[in-house]
């Protein structure tokens, strides 16, 4: 059984940063991209970063120079460091791969 795990969200002042965090199982992960969405409330969930299998990193126009995906295959983990945050970036995030497995999601809020 495939399981996706956030953690790391939170309430968090305008320029501030967190790092989210989120562990797979079930899954050869070393195998497969992984994806960081968001979704705001009232808005369609949207692709905020993505980082393949072998490494490459791509990111929303929205997020690029603030925000930073990695991956540690050995702990079978995806982070998503975020800098600069700005309360636009309040949303759900979720986790994402292989097409189909969700996780479910952690709260980020930018809030002074």
């Known amino acids: 059984q495939v399981q996706l795990v956030e953690s790391g969200g939170g309430l968090v002042q305008p320029g501030g940063s967190l790092r989210l965090s989120c562990a797979a199982s079930?899954?050869?992960?070393?195998?497969?991209?992984m994806d960081w969405y968001r979704q705001a409330p009232g808005k369609q969930r949207e692709l905020v970063a993505t980082v393949t299998s072998g490494g490459r990193t791509a990111y929303a126009d929205s997020v690029k120079g603030r925000f930073t995906i990695s991956r540690d295959n050995a702990k079978n983990t995806v982070y998503l460091q975020m800098n600069s945050l700005k309360p636009e970036d309040t949303a759900v995030y979720y986790c994402y791969t292989a097409g189909v497995y969700w996780g479910q999601g952690t709260q980020v809020t930018v809030s002074s």
């Open positions: 079930g899954i050869i992960f070393s195998f497969h991209d």
